[in-house]
């Protein structure tokens, strides 16, 4: 059956409402009901049973849960360091201790660091780098916009320029499954050819250190900056919640931490082959390096010598 020009009317709704309320969960909900009405013909009753039948389908899915699962558990994680004074310990420790943030092209810069640090997960990468840097950024008048876009522009781009990351595993799984012999090699090979992710990664703190913004990010910043100096003029700020500043370190171990069960959890569940990509990744830029200065000397190594012969 075809329902015309209603087919569009869920999504219309729920992006609508989404832009309008902020809410995201309220928002799906409601265009999940308004679709299943218009596919039961109106009967609200249906659309209701449509809505449970549907959410059921999505948690029996043991990835749907499982990716659900871990994005809660990264949230709560951020949410007891902030609670602890970690993150404000951590903003701390650049801003005053070591004076490595200074102005606003040091705090975006940061972020875009702190994303290509934690490489193992793009959801990691934006929920950390996001969450921990929002303050400094706010601070240095970095528009909302900017934020994400330094942030979700790095996160999944640099997981799929690192074999040893959920992307990486994933790409090599996928090209295993399809036969394709020596799976991590040719994913290594193909990261120079994979130019999106490569610009994307590398365009970011060309922009940061530039200053250079154009179009509906412009818009933004100098909006962030006249909202910023009408709030000194009239004397009214909004204060945030105190929370307290300990120890950079309950910020640093529980992510350092997470990043090594993470990569741990895949040598278990891959059956030990992460480990043999760590091998061939390194061996490949030992002989890169060899060929370089013995350019006229044959190699033993004939797998890297294959590899590197990009």
Sequence with gaps: MEYGILSIVPTIVAVGLALTTKNVYVSLLLGLFIGNVIIFDGNILSGVDGIIKSVETVFADGSNLTTMLAISLMGGMILLIQKAGGVNGFIDFLTVRTSLIKSKKSANFITWLIGIIVFVSANMSSLIAGSIMKPVNDKYLTSPEKQAFIVHTVSAPVCALIPLSSWGAYMISVLENSGVEGAAGVMIKSIPLSFY??????????????????GPMKKAELRVIEEDRLAKASGIYEKGEDEKTTTCLLLILPVAAMIAV???????????????????????????HRVRHDSGKESDDLQGSQLCAI
């Design 197 to 214: 992710v490569v610009i994307a990664v590398a365009i970011v703190p060309i922009l940061i250190l530039t200053g250079f913004d154009f």
């Design 262 to 288: 993470t990569i741990i959890g895949m040598y278990i569940t891959g059956g030990g082959n992460i480990l043999n990509e760590i091998v061939l990744v390194g061996r490949i830029v030992w002989h890169c």
